[in-house]
């Protein structure tokens, strides 16, 4: 066995939500600013003023992406800082805070923190189908909720969660809305006055950008407070240094997206993950999670568009989670990985090793199938040999780890 | 990736599995790591005087999987840590805590041999490919293809450096686990290992030896208990008592018989011209019963729950000489069978504090000849 540093096979990767690797153009469009305009954007001098041009323009591009104006765009270091200065940012003692529990960590995990400064939250489970109902976020309501916060597309499944709707009911509710969309930009046009939130948090590795750098759409007059204190820097609202590459490289990758959600490439990758789903669903004992047609939420909000699969809730073009009965989903994980193959499998806790999904088990999936169930992520570059190779790998890594497999039949969930 | 000729290496981040790793990764064999994560070290911290920053040397401890994955990206081998900590919980802490209550003293290291590092590790490494494990455990393994002996069995010894041998905690492999495990350290020393160790380049080939039990922090068992059942919502259960002497004198009373051990010496509240032991734990009666060293002494033992290695079953008498605990010289004995799954030791010498609960492994010269648990 060979590290992967000299691995002569080519690799499948189809791990997106997890990461993405930089487009050659963002890398290009990074290039000049390590070495030759490296100035520091706060300074009065002109190599200062090409760093500090070089981040308006970033500005524009992601006013743009976000639909909103330039002054509303601030730079951070990517989506758990976006998620962190929503709740950290606006919420006090006393407040209530609404969120969901298939969240990220980002989220559920600023509100284990802030429970301990008296604010409580309210976690609303999702339906069976991984979506939201937003009557059960309206319930949750208090006089004292001062924030909503949901994802736009869950990491795990891409279900594309009912944002619109959320943000008529903050309006009517007259409570702040942040949309963890960091799985959403780039898979589906953003729109923030649509959606109708104050914050909305999108990181730039997860479409083909730099990591470490992301943005955060906050609404004009939005009383939030910095997370990271310091200098004047995005005026006053996140201290520190621009990360003047990252956020160029940023603004190229959000600049990329939003022309592969018009040129059909979106469409090429829902047309591979379909083709992939449907592959791996000829399995017997296989199923989709995040499948089910809810019952009463009716059509999705109009604007989203849905990708035409066997699966009628709408979901980002590119992933599918897919659950296998009979077998260890961690160890399907890693025989993939050693046969080229990268695909994820709930999440890595703190030493490395699987922790079933939280949100598949939100979603009422019991431990056993949280745990065999797998999502594969794909890559804007994706291609039909990529997803041929995966249709004539999986099947015969699932029969083996079958026959091999200590669950004992029958794991329905 | 050839399917039968992977090894998988069980690494713990200490120096003898990564050794191995090293050794099989130097040899050209095609070799995965796997980390079993077990328990998680945080769980209890914190709670009935469990320290909160677990030490390192610990399975599980963030500090050795870190060891682990430097290791093995230093070897250029892949690496995964494999999360079975609900079959830890279920085989080896529950029937821990559940020996203790019951006034027995248990291993959890042989259980979690049996359980999780040849059985499930086994079944993970056949999972994603590999045909064979290898650990660091300081044994031998070799088939007897019963040319001579008419056996074809596979055998377990003990290991060229005696003072690590790890055979007492393996007593309970398979034949089919013996035929797909590898202990490549069998035939070295533990100062071979870590010169081996350096000349590959491992930063941690000075790293000491864990000793305790690896997912109790402190190793204080007693704190483990408490914490650990008051997490599942249950209290220790009243196992207070009588504490008698061996003329069933009624010398005090005790909290508890979870704070007992056959052949303890401290904290038995009494006051005593000459030391006293505990003889024996009565979990029926919550009575225990001390009395002088040379009490402790008992000729006879019995054990079931057994596993054959070098013999098939045991149908006649055999001597033997018999490991009742890890650091125990094995005595001479004669085992015969005495019922269904059970056998009677009869030892040559009698010998001190037989203890409920541990294991009883069987020597026939170097052999191992198979073990079971002491009644």
Redesign the interface.
């Given at each position: 066995?060979?590290?992967e540093?000299d691995s002569l096979v080519k690799r499948v990767y189809m791990d997106a939500n997890a990461t993405t690797p930089l487009l050659p153009e963002v890398m290009e469009a990074m290039r000049p600013y390590w070495m030759e305009r490296f100035g520091n954007a706060s300074s009065i001098h002109l190599d200062g003023q090409q760093a500090h041009a070089a981040v308006d323009r970033a500005r524009a591009t992601l006013a743009e992406f976000f639909n909103c104006h330039d002054a509303e765009v601030v730079f951070n270091s990517g989506g758990t800082e976006g998620d962190n200065t929503a709740i950290f940012g606006l919420l006090r003692p006393g407040d209530h805070f609404v969120t969901t529990s298939i969240e990220h960590s980002a989220i559920l995990a600023a509100a284990e923190r802030i429970a301990s400064h008296g604010v409580e939250t309210t976690f609303v489970a999702p339906q069976p189908s991984g979506l939201i109902d937003p009557a059960e976020i309206r319930r949750a309501l208090r006089p004292e909720t001062r924030l909503i916060s949901v994802m736009l597309a869950n990491n795990e499944t891409g279900v594309l969660q009912p944002v619109e709707e959320i943000g008529r009911i903050a309006r009517e509710a007259g409570v702040f809305f942040h949309i963890d969309a960091v799985q959403g930009a780039g898979k589906i046009p953003l729109d923030v006055r649509r959606f109708g939130c104050h914050l909305c948090s999108i990181s730039a590795h997860k479409m083909h950008g730099p990591k470490g750098v992301g943005a955060m759409f906050v609404r004009r007059g939005t009383p939030i407070e910095s997370l990271i204190v310091g200098g004047s820097h995005e005026r006053r609202r996140r201290a520190g240094t621009e990360n003047v590459p990252g956020i160029v490289g940023m603004a190229k990758a959000a600049e990329l997206a939003l022309l592969s959600l018009e040129d059909g490439t979106i469409d090429r990758v829902a047309a591979l993950r379909n083709r992939l789903e449907a592959g791996i669903l000829k399995l017997s004992g296989t199923g989709v999670n995040g499948a089910h047609l809810p019952q009463n939420l009716g059509a999705p909000a109009p604007g989203f568009r849905i990708w035409e699969s066997t699966n009628p809730v709408p979901r980002v073009a590119n992933t599918t989670n897919i659950w296998f009965d009979q077998?260890?989903g961690?160890?399907?994980v890693?025989?993939l990985?050693?046969?080229g193959f990268a695909v994820s499998g709930g999440s890595a806790?703190?030493?490395?090793?699987?922790?079933p999904s939280h949100v598949l088990m939100a979603m009422g999936l019991n431990?056993t199938r949280a745990r065999a169930s797998l999502r594969f992520s794909l890559l804007k570059t994706a291609t039909e040999a990529d997803v041929e190779n995966v249709l004539k790998v999986v099947p015969e890594a699932v029969e083996?780890?079958r026959a091999?497999?200590?669950v004992a039949a029958g794991t329905l969930g | 990736m050839t399917v039968n000729t992977t090894i998988a290496v069980a690494m713990s981040g200490g120096v003898d599995s990564s050794t191995v790793a090293a050794i099989l990764a130097h040899d050209g064999s095609a070799v995965v790591g796997l980390t079993l994560q077990l328990w998680d070290q945080t769980r209890l911290a914190g709670k009935h005087g469990i320290p909160d920053a677990p030490k390192a040397g610990r399975c599980c401890s963030l500090d050795d999987v870190y060891d682990a994955r430097r290791v093995a990206e230093h070897l250029g081998i892949p690496y995964y840590v494999v999360n079975q900590q609900e079959r830890f919980e279920a085989d080896v802490v529950r029937p821990f805590v559940a020996e203790y209550l019951a006034g027995r003293t248990p291993i959890p290291c042989s259980l979690c041999n049996n359980h999780l590092k040849f059985d499930q590790l086994l079944k993970t490494a056949q999972s994603i490919g590999a045909g064979r494990i290898a650990t660091g455990h300081y044994a031998v393994n070799e088939y007897d293809s019963g040319r001579d002996s008419g056996r074809g069995r596979w055998i377990l010894k003990r290991p060229t450096d005696l003072a690590k041998d790890q055979t007492y905690f393996l007593f309970g492999l398979t034949q089919e686990q013996l035929a797909s495990t590898l202990f490549p350290l069998g035939h070295m020393t533990k100062p071979e290992v870590r010169e081996v160790a350096r000349q590959r380049g491992l930063a941690l080939a000075e790293k000491p030896d864990s000793q305790e039990i690896c997912f109790i922090p402190g190793g204080d068992y007693k704190q483990f208990l408490t914490a650990y059942l008051e997490e599942q919502g249950q209290a220790l259960p009243e196992t207070a008592g009588e504490l008698l002497s061996s003329s069933g004198e009624v010398l005090g009373r005790h909290d508890g018989i979870f704070n007992f051990t056959v052949g303890q010496r401290k904290g038995l509240g009494v006051s005593s011209p000459t030391p006293l032991y505990v003889l024996q734990i009565d979990p029926a009666s919550h009575r225990v019963t001390v009395g002088a060293d040379e009490e402790l002494a008992t000729r006879t033992l019995r054990a079931r729950r057994l596993n054959w290695i070098s013999i098939p079953d045991l149908i006649a008498p055999m001597r033997v000489r018999i490991k009742i605990r890890h650091r125990h010289e094995p005595a001479w004995a004669t085992l015969e069978p005495a019922g269904v799954g059970e056998v009677l030791a009869t030892f040559d010498e009698p010998q001190r504090a037989v203890t409920p609960g541990q294991s009883a492994v069987f020597y026939d010269g170097d052999e191992v000849v198979g073990g079971g648990w002491i009644l």
């Open positions: 066995m060979t590290s540093g077998l260890e961690e160890a399907l890693i025989a990985d050693l046969k806790c703190h030493s490395g090793a699987t922790e431990k083996h780890l091999i497999s200590p | -």
